[in-house]
């Protein structure tokens, strides 16, 4: 009995469309005329019921769109079988083929890349991972050190714990208040929670605003861009010096990775880029399994080390040899600021990208984004830490004011050709760095000025880099750290007013309950 | 045949035009074509210019596209040359893809058992194992034709996917590939493969069979007897029948042989691209073939021309879709577009033509055609009248 049911009930479903195509076959068969046209009819009409549909959310919209594209198709067919008197099957044929054409070509032009425009989590954490893995691991770490002596790296690491939570709700947020921008892509960050989400639209506004100014200012002058190539410079010069005996200038590095920046933004080159976001996980594994041997090489250094940072995070770091010493004020500042600047939580900018990810639910890229600040700062940030203390480098007078090559020379005194390998890390934690930078900053800039002027910017992008390279370090750094504070002050107000928000998404998501899934047209995401 | 004074001669002279404006539709029909299609590139957000190069010039810039426009070409001279025929003769067979098709599973069978055998046997063995599978494809639609008077559109048409099931039924059961298990027949023995014509090249002796199989065409069509009372039957079937041809079977004749060279088209495909049967062997190069000939006026070196055409469209759109990021379906809006034009143009043409000659227009042509035929029995063919059902009202 049920197979019967079930039987009956295939055969309707599958006869529907033979229904329709059927009456109207008999139609215009009736008054003679045999339409071979029906096939690539229905075609089009499925494609442009769906798109309307789709873009107006109405199916009553669809189904009227289609019939219209129906309507239009038999006029063609008409125009020419019978104003025209041409062939009825060729034209019929005609016809299929090119509405099939059309609306398969039409569907690739709307639809396809759709899906990957939302990319998966693990390709949002690879982007976040590979813009926020960068020199602040290497060099950041070893300014910190020189500014703040040992006691900073404590610093970074409450930072850190504190970074873990403000990540998870920066992360959340932008997932649940992304919007869909007139040209079809996800756009996210904190411009939209902040302006979506403060009750005071003017305030959120402005604040959005400000984000967004101070968010493309970072990119250009701070830590997106002329840090990042400021390390890469000084680590080549290092490695070349340790390796080959060779003195190189700053420029030269300098050069070469302007250039490769440039084919990518300004060439489209994409696969120069694709590449290198490959390489980074490598990279973070080949760099901390170093240091990890750095380490056990000088485990009898470790409990020392770990009592210099644990007493003096909260005691003045005496001067030692070159190094001129610091107060606990110092150490804090120079802790927490290297710390943000590495794993960036608080900053607003990782949002940018943890804000399209293909998920369910916005608090699933929220614990993305908690990991992703935990590899950053706990695992690699003290890696490096613990080799330069460990060294004892940092000391000495020849390496004050200097960070990239402090961190290559520390590492050299117990592994081979450790500064090749800090130099090619640096280089490609630098790269992936920049590219991820100038995406973020891009959206700043479609926020403030919408979609347009995006390639006078990427070149003046690619220009800073260069300018980068040969710039002292403390000039280079100081202005990041001053950039970054203004791009997170409105991020953190928005994070204080939309905390509630956090609290709401994330008891729904380990209630299960799902009541704000994250889907890409739900209410929580309207269109600019 | 010429020189003759009176009506004949002035009906002739209206007639002219239809020799010196096939090519002009076609050059017409492609412009008006690029034209209409620059919609959809520019909705793509490239140059059309830029995409016409790419479509049309850039496959003819190196040795190695300019080949495999012929390459692309092989198959749809084949089914433009079977469309064509067939349609001359006003036999309406959209059944090109299925017979095809039929044409590639006897080339694969055969392909499978003639190791043995030197490879000119093979190679004969197969293609006419190709011809007959298409033809019998033909058959049964052309005799329910002229037996019943049943639409041999919509039987021929609906045999396709028919085909297409058997090819697929044959892939998955008896002629799955024992070693990797897909479905794909077992390759066809070396014997059996169409040799390339020049190294490093896909481009096979198919392209020089595809160009034999015209050049016959052609002759027939144009210069003998049958060509000329299948001509006739295809401008007025009653006119002759009357002139005392025998159209039942010229329309099953023409029928058989559309069939056969469609399926030689198979043939080539299997024997000289892919050594085996696959699913998607044809990408529709039955409906493309309808394209071709009717692009090629059902003109034999017009469809060379036209064949030639859109194998560089092909070339062209697969390139022109990574050059420049438009969907490569671009193709088919333009083949379906260009079919759709011709036939338009075709269309105005007739009507600019039936005007220009006396009044009664369609009528007129069939009594041209009624006096070509006349004229054809009596000095060439002594084929006796016959009183015969298979034909249709024109128009029906």
């Avoid at chain 1, 396809?112 to 982007?127: D, H, M, V």
């Avoid at chain 2, 893809?97 to 046997?121: F, M, N, S, T, W």
């Avoid at chain 2, 006119?239 to 060279?261: C, I, M, Q």
């Avoid at chain 2, 029995?377 to 016959?386: H, I, L, R, Y």
Wanted: hydrophobic share 50%.
């Amino acid at each position: 009995m049920n197979f019967f049911v079930d039987l009956l009930a295939a055969t309707l479903r599958n006869a529907t469309p033979l229904v329709y195509g059927t009456v109207g076959e008999t139609y215009t068969e009736r008054a003679g005329v045999l339409n071979l046209g029906i096939e690539g009819t229905m075609y089009a009409g499925a494609f442009s019921g769906f798109a309307v549909a789709y873009a107006t959310g109405s199916p009553l919209l669809g189904l009227l769109a289609a019939i219209l594209t129906g309507v239009l198709a038999g006029a063609i067919m008409a125009l020419l079988t019978v104003t025209l008197g041409a062939n009825q099957h060729v034209s019929g044929i005609g016809l299929t083929i090119g509405l099939i054409g059309v609306s398969e070509f039409l569907n690739r032009l709307l639809f396809s890349g759709q899906e990957a425009k939302r990319i998966t989590p693990f390709q949002a954490l690879s982007t976040a991972l590979a813009a926020t893995v960068g020199n602040g691991n290497i060099g950041g770490v070893a300014t910190a050190i020189l500014l703040g002596g040992p006691g900073a790296v404590f610093w970074m690491w409450v930072c850190a714990t504190v970074g873990m939570a403000t990540k998870y709700a920066e992360a959340t947020l932008g997932v649940h208040y992304r919007v869909r921008r007139e040209t079809g892509e996800l756009a996210s960050g904190p411009m939209y929670y902040i302006s979506r989400g403060i009750p005071n639209a003017r305030l959120g506004r402005a604040l959005a605003l400000m984000f967004a100014f101070f968010g493309a200012a970072t990119a250009m002058f701070g830590t997106g861009n002329m840090a990042q190539s400021n390390t890469v410079a000084r680590t080549f010069v290092e490695a070349s010096r340790t390796i080959f005996k060779l003195d190189v200038p700053l420029w030269v590095p300098g050069l070469f990775i302007t250039v490769l920046v440039g084919m990518v933004l300004l060439g489209g080159i994409k696969r120069i880029a694709g590449t290198a976001e490959k390489l980074v996980p490598t990279m973070i594994v080949i760099y901390v399994v170093s240091a990890l041997a750095y380490i056990a090489m000088n485990l009898d250094h470790m409990p020392h080390v770990f009592s210099l940072i644990f007493s003096d995070a909260f005691t003045p770091s005496a001067a030692v040899g070159g190094f001129v010493g610091a107060t606990m004020a110092q150490g804090i500042q120079a802790g927490v600021s290297r710390g943000v600047l590495s794993n960036e939580a608080g900053l607003g900018s990782a949002p940018i990208a943890h804000g399209i990810a293909n998920v369910k639910h916005p608090a699933e890229q929220g614990t993305v984004g908690v990991f992703e600040v935990f590899t950053d700062t706990i695992v690699v940030c003290s890696m490096t830490a613990l080799v330069i203390l460990s060294s004892g480098l940092w000391t000495e007078a020849a390496y004050q004011g200097a960070s990239g090559d402090l961190t290559s020379a520390a590492m050299s005194t117990s592994i081979p050709f450790a500064s090749a390998i800090v130099a090619l890390s640096s280089f490609l934690f630098g790269f992936s760095t920049l590219i991820g930078w100038c995406y973020y900053v891009e959206k700043c800039f479609e926020y403030l000025f919408g979609s347009r002027a995006i390639v006078p910017y990427r070149v003046v992008f690619t220009i800073l880099i260069l300018v980068g390279s040969v710039t002292t370090v403390r000039v280079v750094w100081a202005l990041g750290t001053l950039l970054n504070g203004f791009m997170a002050f409105p991020n953190l107000i928005g994070l204080a007013f939309l905390g509630g928000t956090v609290a709401k998404l994330t008891k729904d998501y380990f209630s299960g309950e799902g009541k704000y899934n994250a889907v890409p047209d739900a209410p929580g995401a309207g269109t600019v | 045949m010429t020189g003759q004074a009176g009506p004949m001669a002035a009906v002739r002279r209206s007639l002219r035009p239809t020799r010196w404006s096939t090519p002009g539709v076609a050059v017409a029909a492609v412009a008006i074509t690029f034209a209409l299609t620059a919609v959809p590139i520019l909705l793509a957000e490239a140059n059309p210019f830029a995409a016409y190069y790419e479509f049309l010039v850039s496959p003819l810039t190196s040795d190695f596209t300019r080949l495999e426009v012929l390459v692309g070409a092989t198959p749809i001279l084949f089914t433009g040359c079977a469309v064509a025929i067939a349609f001359k003769a006003g036999y309406w067979n959209i059944g090109a893809e299925g017979q095809l098709l039929l044409g590639a599973i006897a080339a694969a069978g055969i392909g499978q058992v003639v190791g043995d055998l030197p490879p000119i046997v093979a190679l004969t063995l197969m293609i006419a194992g190709g011809a007959l599978a298409g033809a019998a494809w033909a058959l049964l639609p052309a005799l329910l034709r002229v037996r019943f008077d049943i639409d041999e559109v919509v039987t021929t048409l609906l045999l396709n996917p028919v085909a297409l099931l058997l090819v697929t039924g044959m892939l998955n059961g008896p002629w799955r590939d024992p070693v990797s298990g897909f479905p794909e027949s077992p390759r066809i023995a070396a014997v059996a493969e169409l040799p390339h014509l020049i190294e490093r090249s896909r481009l096979h002796l198919g392209f020089l069979i595809a160009l034999v199989v015209i050049g016959i065409a052609w002759y027939v069509l144009a210069r003998t007897p049958a060509g000329l009372r299948l001509r006739a039957t295809g401008l007025s079937p009653h006119g002759s029948r009357f002139a005392g041809v025998n159209v039942t079977r010229v329309l099953l004749g023409a029928a058989l042989v559309s069939g056969a060279v469609a399926g030689i088209g198979g043939v080539s495909e299997v024997a000289g691209i892919q050594f085996r049967l696959t699913g998607g062997l044809s990408p529709g190069f039955g409906y493309t073939g309808i394209v071709v000939a009717m692009l090629g006026g059902l003109w034999m070196p017009g469809v060379i021309l036209a064949a030639v055409f859109l194998g560089d469209l092909a070339v062209g759109a697969s390139s022109a879709g990574r050059a420049l990021g438009i969907p490569s379906q671009l193709g088919a809006v333009v083949q379906g577009t260009l079919l759709l034009v011709t036939v338009g143009l075709l269309a105005l043409r007739r009507n600019r033509l039936a005007r220009s000659t006396t009044p009664g227009t369609g009528a007129a042509v069939d009594s041209v055609a009624a006096d070509l035929a006349q004229e054809l029995a009596v000095v060439a063919d002594p084929a006796e009248p016959e009183d015969q059902p298979g034909t249709r009202e024109p128009g029906a």
